[in-house]
Nanobody
């Protein structure tokens, strides 16, 4: 249901924009976001956007990354600027919805982001 694109190799200080296309309206999810997982590390939340367009970021990306949503395209974006080597990871799109009081989560397949120093 979630298909990511936009990963790749970039030099430190560069920019990338990740896209996550959902198979249905983004408003059917109560929140969508991006996680990342670097080799040997746990998956961590990078950024999240709610149905009400409230956003939040992990401290290490504040001021550099921006999450946004195009409702007409059912797509969520992650604009990543001033990339650092430590941003290297597989980035996963995530969406959650509540069904009969139960929270259900969905994951994309992941897209590799590699930042060379």
């Amino acid at each position: 249901q979630l298909v990511e694109s936009g990963g790749g190799l970039v030099q430190a200080g560069g920019s990338l924009r990740l896209s996550c296309a959902a198979s249905r309206s983004v408003f059917s999810f109560n929140a969508m976001g991006w996680y990342r997982q670097a080799p040997g590390k746990q998956r961590e939340l990078v950024a999240i956007i709610t149905t009400e367009s409230s956003t939040d970021y992990t401290d290490s990306v504040k001021g550099r990354f921006t999450i946004s949503r195009d409702n007409a395209k059912n797509t969520v974006y992650l604009q990543m600027n001033s990339l650092k080597a430590e941003d290297t990871a597989v980035y996963y799109c995530y969406a959650s919805e509540v069904r009969n009081t139960v929270k259900v989560g969905y994951w994309g397949q992941g897209t590799q982001v590699t930042v060379s120093s």
